[in-house]
Nanobody, 119 residues
Framework: QVQLVESGGGLVQAGGSLRLSCVES????????MAWFRQGPGKERELVAS???????FYTDSAKGRFTMSRDNAKNTVYLEMNSLKPEDTAVYYC?????????????WGRGTQVTVSS
């Protein structure tokens, strides 16, 4: 069974930075496609970034140029480096994993970490 635990969220001013981490246990990380999703207040959950098993990354328009997703398979950890944060980035950020396609309905989810960006 895959377990995902996020950390690194918090309160930051607009223009600031945060780095989120997601530690995976249960399978070798290299066997999983990984993704970060978020759900803002009153909004539906949305994809932010994803990484294939081989490390190819994809970013949605909201993340391009500001967020960087990376993975360290040796540490079973994925990261989301977030820069130039905006109040609209306020959300609960979730780590997700799937053995195949992670962008839609992944099999495994973390519990989330809150990111709040003040103006």
């Amino acid at each position: 069974q895959v377990q995902l635990v996020e950390s690194g969220g918090g309160l930051v001013q607009a223009g600031g930075s945060l780095r989120l981490s997601c530690v995976e246990s249960g399978r070798p990380l290299g066997a999983l496609a990984m993704a970060w999703f978020r759900q803002g207040p009153g909004k539906e959950r949305e994809l932010v970034a994803s990484s294939t098993r081989s490390g190819v990354t994809f970013y949605t328009d909201s993340a391009k140029g500001r967020f960087t997703m990376s993975r360290d398979n040796a540490k079973n950890t994925v990261y989301l480096e977030m820069n130039s944060l905006k109040p609209e980035d306020t959300a609960v950020y979730y780590c997700a994993a799937d053995p195949a396609y992670v962008r839609a309905d992944p099999n495994y989810w973390g519990r989330g970490t809150q990111v709040t960006v003040s103006s």
